[in-house]
């Protein structure tokens, strides 16, 4: 029955996170706010929402494990998973932007940052300020370097409704809040009942369940042979995992992070991040790379199932 109620809270939570985001851009455009602000500010941001819902609602809980295992896995998630289905499904990726030199070093400096900041056993809401301040540069860097997301186009040629928009919107909170919620206490319950430990069940299967509006995306980004908005999804996604929603989960509540007893998987974090920028810095955007990626992947799961 737990895991049931798992999978429809999952499924409510990402619903619930598309209401919000297609409702908020919808908004913004009404009030003729450009697509490069709405793209570097709602949506750059919007795909980590079912993290920042359950993140969150884990450090109200005092679920420590989940709330920060869930960024850990999404970030293992989004670069071996969503980044290797991307290579594997492409026909062609050949980006007309830098991504080494602009973009790569992003994959790595929120993880480093999570790292040293988690030396001490614990992050806190000092760290917290700090993180949401790293998530600013982000979006600066953003504007600056007129990198952004991509915006749902046929939203534009819909009449504007005032009142579709904010029942939607209330629609998409409720969802996203009452299914965060609920995906916390089936999670716990699963892990008691398997005697799994809530790091892996927030690991796996919350962080698999988070990543995929980052994996739908990017997969039809690649299969429209846009290679930048889709590699700079997964790239932006794990910024905000790391900075905007462990920064208000920390705020929220003091999460205690214990490296050691976690040091592989936040190890394989790194090192698919470093995987990252070794791609771009070689642009080796081919079917080798995705499956380098997915068998890294394999070895996680398999390491962690032992």
Do not use: C
């Amino acid at each position: 029955m737990d895991f049931l109620i798992f999978v429809i809270s999952m499924a409510a939570l990402i619903y619930g996170a598309e209401f919000i985001i297609q409702q908020s851009e919808k908004i913004a455009l009404h009030y003729n706010i450009s697509h490069f602000v709405i793209g570097a500010t709602l949506v750059a941001v919007g795909t980590s929402l079912p993290e920042m819902a359950v993140s969150m609602s884990a450090a109200i809980k005092g679920n420590a494990d989940i709330a920060v295992a869930n960024v850990v896995g999404s970030t293992i998630f989004n670069i071996s998973l969503v980044l290797g289905a991307v290579f594997l499904v492409a026909k062609k990726i050949s980006p007309d932007r830098d991504l080494f030199a602009k973009d790569s070093a992003w994959s790595l400096f929120p993880i480093l940052i999570f790292i040293l900041m988690a030396i001490d056993g614990k992050l806190n809401a000092i760290d917290g300020i700090l993180f949401l301040l790293l998530m600013a540069g982000y979006v600066l860097f953003l504007i600056g370097s007129n990198q952004v997301e991509q915006i749902d186009e046929e939203l534009t040629k819909e009449k504007f409704d005032w009142k579709k928009s904010i029942v939607l919107l209330l629609i998409g909170f409720v969802f996203v809040v009452v299914g965060a919620d609920f995906a916390i206490d089936s999670a716990s319950n699963i892990a008691r009942t398997f005697g799994i430990s809530e790091w892996a069940i927030g690991l796996f299967l919350i962080a698999f369940g988070t990543s995929l509006p980052e994996l739908t995306i990017s997969i039809k980004s690649a299969l429209k042979n846009n290679a930048d908005l889709a590699i700079g999804n997964i790239i932006g996604s794990n910024v905000a995992n790391f900075t905007m929603v462990l920064g208000v989960s920390s705020i929220i509540s003091v999460l205690n992070v214990d490296l050691s007893k976690n040091f592989f998987d936040i190890a394989a974090a790194f090192i698919v991040s470093l995987m990252l920028v070794f791609i771009t810095a070689n642009k080796l955007y081919n079917k080798s790379a995705g499956i380098a990626l997915l068998v890294v992947l394999a070895l996680v799961i398999q390491n962690s199932l032992v």
